[in-house]
């Protein structure tokens, strides 16, 4: 204990240095505002501000790059909010209930709680990361090829599982993400799959782009007639960006049950901050007395995702530091930036390095400040947004889609399957199928197969692997009760209405 605190002390006198503490304020900034645009995120922004670092030393480079990361998680939900479309994959859980509640005249309340969930979110976190991240990484490494294919199932299973009314269609949902992640060429064997032998789908179909389809052109054509007809609701006046009493009662037993599951999906590699939202909403859901409202503008359902996908931000650090395996695509590029700048992240990292280490650590303290002393403040200009017209706004939400999605991989061709996507949310919305399942299962159905595969070959084809270490018994466990607790609850429920 005493050598923990002797170094974060140390880490605070590096953090606190005024040149330091302008880093962490810029990276914040424009992490924030990275965050909101679609299609970019924190690992497009961090790789953006690559060559700008090698000029600022590393501990300055280190500590902009943080700021960066977790300043588009909180970015992130504004477009979410404001106009259906996510920032990132990470903001997808926000649209659920942040844009009913937009567009129930509550956007300063979806605003205001979901810069106060990822405050606390992050600040928790950074609090754990300190006292816990070597015994919390060591326990990370423990999963093996099974168990990531488990936790994926567990994780797809209870996104399905959310749609109560309906658990059929949420399966639908989840299987026609599971078909879309395999377009492209198998990554052991090089075959090409589902592609009609269109080059342009061999590198297979990226998530972001199914995203900006369902979520920003679906959204578009949803509400193509309400723009014809004028009659969108438009919200004029505007109180202080800032949550009632009564929301405060709903949102902090959610904010801090969904912290530590989002800080340990973080720490996993490959799991990232959209699993770690969606699972967390799921959890709500099926937690909530009144699940009927999710979906339709429960604060709670908001506060809760974006709570977690903070924490996972903060998570995904661990492994990348205490062991030298990137927790997420934004740390791989932080990694690749701490080498080239002649630094090995690892356990030694702590050991020859410990200003470096610590100094972003602490600076992670001063980071969640300053991000929502920046997003409390913007957040009283963007709510103006929702007074644009419908005949303007939309407009401008297909230009954001359009740019983003060319600036993902500059083709063409990623504009005609945003398009078709578009129709694919449509479609979806009018069949009441819910879209986070398929979402979900398209992007992490190609790591999931992987890990399957993997699994086989290393067991000789054995299937006890995967119920031979307690971490998979627990995992499947979880996922039977996934499926069968929200069928159970409905049950229960119709059983007392009657």
């Given at each position: 204990m005493d050598v923990i605190l002797s170094n974060l002390l140390l880490g605070l006198q590096v953090a606190l240095q005024p040149i330091n503490i302008f880093w962490v304020a810029l990276g914040g900034l424009l992490g924030t505002i990275i965050g909101m645009l679609p299609g970019l995120g924190p690992a497009t922004g961090v790789a953006v501000l690559l060559p700008l670092t090698f000029t600022m030393g590393p501990v300055g480079a280190l500590i902009t790059m943080a700021g960066v990361y977790y300043g588009a998680m909180f970015g992130g939900s504004r477009s979410s909010i404001l106009i259906n479309t996510p920032g990132d994959g990470a903001a997808i859980a926000a649209t659920f209930d942040g844009y009913p509640l937009a567009m129930k005249g509550r956007a300063e309340a979806a605003l205001a709680i979901s810069a106060i969930a990822s405050f606390i979110g992050g600040m928790i976190s950074t609090i754990v990361m300190i006292f816990t991240a070597v015994p919390v990484a060591r326990f990370a490494i423990k999963f093996g090829p099974a168990e990531y294919f488990l936790l994926m199932v567990f994780a797809l299973s209870a996104t399905a599982a959310m749609a109560k009314t309906n658990v059929v269609k949420g399966f639908i949902s989840l299987f026609l993400g599971l078909m879309v992640s395999t377009v492209g060429l198998d990554a052991q064997s090089g075959v090409s799959r589902f592609t009609f032998g269109i080059l342009e789908l061999q590198?297979?179909?990226?998530?972001?782009?199914?995203?900006?389809?369902?979520?920003?052109?679906?959204?578009?054509?949803?509400?193509?007639?309400?723009?014809?007809?004028?009659?969108?609701?438009?919200?004029?006046?505007?109180?202080?960006?800032?949550?009632?009493?009564?929301?405060?009662?709903?949102?902090?037993?959610?904010?801090?049950?969904?912290?530590?599951?989002?800080?340990?999906?973080?720490?996993?590699?490959?799991?990232?901050?959209?699993?770690?939202?969606?699972?967390?909403?799921?959890?709500?859901?099926?937690?909530?007395?009144?699940p009927e409202e999710f979906g339709k503008g429960a604060i709670e359902g908001l506060a809760a995702p974006e709570a977690a996908n903070n924490a996972a931000s903060v998570g995904a650090l661990i492994p990348m530091m205490t062991l030298g395996i990137p927790g997420s695509g934004t740390t791989a590029v932080m990694m690749g930036a701490l080498l080239m700048l002649g630094l090995q992240p690892g356990p030694l990292l702590f050991e020859k390095h410990p200003d470096i280490a610590w100094g972003m650590i602490a600076s992670m303290i001063i980071g969640n400040i300053v991000c929502i002393i920046i997003n409390m403040p913007l957040a009283k200009m963007l709510v103006r947004v929702l007074a644009i017209p419908a005949r303007y706004l939309f407009p401008i939400v297909l230009g954001l889609a359009f740019i983003g999605t060319y600036a993902i991989n500059n083709s063409v061709a990623d504009l005609f399957i945003m398009i078709v996507f578009g129709?694919?949310?449509?479609?979806?919305?009018?069949?009441?199928?819910?879209?986070?399942?398929?979402?979900?299962?398209?992007?992490?159905?190609?790591?999931?197969?992987?890990?399957?595969?993997?699994?086989?070959?290393?067991?000789?084809?054995?299937?006890?692997?995967?119920?031979?270490?307690?971490?998979?018994?627990?995992?499947?466990?979880?996922?039977?009760?996934?499926?069968?607790?929200?069928?159970?609850?409905?049950?229960k429920r119709k059983r007392a209405g009657s």
């Open positions: 590198g297979g179909i990226d998530f972001l782009i199914i995203i900006l389809g369902i979520y920003a052109l679906g959204e578009v054509f949803k509400s193509f007639r309400m723009i014809h007809e004028g009659s969108r609701k438009v919200q004029t006046k505007f109180g202080p960006i800032w949550i009632t009493k009564e929301d405060w009662k709903r949102c902090w037993l959610p904010i801090l049950r969904s912290t530590p599951l989002g800080f340990f999906v973080g720490v996993l590699p490959g799991a990232g901050g959209t699993m770690a939202a969606l699972m967390a909403y799921n959890n709500e859901k099926n937690l909530s007395k009144k129709l694919i949310g449509l479609f979806m919305e009018k069949a009441d199928i819910p879209t986070s399942p398929m979402i979900l299962a398209g992007i992490v159905g190609g790591m999931m197969e992987q890990s399957f595969r993997q699994a086989r070959l290393i067991s000789g084809g054995d299937w006890s692997i995967f119920w031979g270490s307690p971490i998979c018994i627990t995992l499947i466990v979880l996922t039977i009760a996934s499926i069968t607790w929200p069928i159970l609850k409905e049950m």
